[in-house]
């Protein structure tokens, strides 16, 4: 999702890899790189098939070597530290800060030593939008439970254009 390409085709994929059956560590690492190369072909990654299968291998065989096929485990050696989880990130090959931000913002949910977590680019979108640009401010609004959801869909609206308009819709068609 970090790489330079359309984030609807990264999307496009993520969702082909998946739909392979290559959802955990294990299962990347077991399949063959000319078979990811075809997936990510097909998903039109087409400029970045070859890189991209290898490295998806390596960072598999990686996570196996370093963490025992378990992010988990990241997350326990980084002593639960943000800072050091963010490091043990950019330390995979293909990883860089806009990587380890991706991450961050969705784990956040579950490990909750990253909450809140506001990256630039949710910042950004909540500019955009009229909307307070400060998680704590967000908290206020939607409280904790929701807050990454709303970081992401943040992310999301504004890689699509979308307004806060565009947002409400479907919940205002939705209401009686």
């Not at 075809?38 to 065989?61: K, P, S």
Request: aromatic content about 8%.
């Amino acid at each position: 999702m970090s790489a330079r390409i359309s984030y609807r085709t990264a999307l496009d994929a993520a969702r082909a890899l998946s739909d392979a059956g290559w959802t955990t560590a294990d299962h990347m690492a077991e399949s063959a790189w000319e078979d990811r190369v075809r997936v990510l072909n097909r998903a039109g990654y087409a400029r970045f098939d070859e890189r991209t299968a290898t490295m998806l291998g390596d960072t598999a065989n990686r996570v196996f070597a370093d963490y025992g096929g378990d992010l988990r485990k990241l997350r326990a050696k980084a002593g639960e530290n943000p800072d050091a989880a963010r490091a043990r990130l950019k330390a995979f090959k293909g990883i860089g800060g806009v990587g380890a931000d991706i991450f961050l913002r969705e784990v956040q949910a579950v490990w909750p030593e990253h909450f809140p977590f506001f990256d630039r680019k949710a910042r950004k979108a909540a500019r955009r939008l009229g909307l307070p640009d400060t998680p704590e401010a967000l908290v206020d609004m939607v409280g904790r439970d929701r807050f990454p959801c709303l970081i992401a869909a943040l992310v999301r609206a504004d890689l699509d254009g979308l307004g806060v308009d565009d947002l409400l819709a479907p919940a205002r068609e939705a209401r009686p």
